[in-house]
């Protein structure tokens, strides 16, 4: 049974910067793209980041060279290194698993199928 679990939301002020964690389980990282999305209230949910299980990533233009996806497959974690926060990244951020392969790299957050519950990042102006 696969499993996500993210950690690592909180407060902070513009400019700052948080690490998101997701624990996996269940899977077998290289047969799974991975990816983080997050979701505003009164919006639709959006796609941040994605990482192949060859290892290529994509992010969204809001946060390209500020936010980073990695993968530390001996702890079967998946991170998202946040900085230069903004107030307009306040959202709530899930990880989120594949393994279909047409969806490599996809922000598109219909193509995946497994998800955590999500943890909450607020940021103040």
């Known amino acids: 049974q696969v499993q996500l679990v993210e950690s690592g939301g909180g407060s902070v002020q513009t400019g700052g910067s948080l690490r998101l964690s997701c624990a996996t389980s269940g899977y077998t990282s290289a047969r799974y793209s991975t990816g983080w999305f997050r979701q505003a209230p009164g919006k639709e949910r959006e796609g941040v980041a994605a990482?192949?299980?060859?290892?290529?990533?994509s992010y969204a233009d809001s946060v390209k060279g500020r936010f980073t996806i990695s993968q530390d497959n001996a702890k079967n974690t998946l991170y998202l290194q946040m900085n230069a926060l903004k107030p307009e990244d306040t959202a709530r951020y899930y990880c989120a698993a594949t393994r279909n392969r047409l969806a490599a790299g996809s922000l598109n957050f219909n193509w995946y199928n497994y998800w955590g519950q999500g943890t909450q990042v607020t940021v103040s102006s």
């Open positions: 990482l192949t299980s060859d290892g290529l990533t």
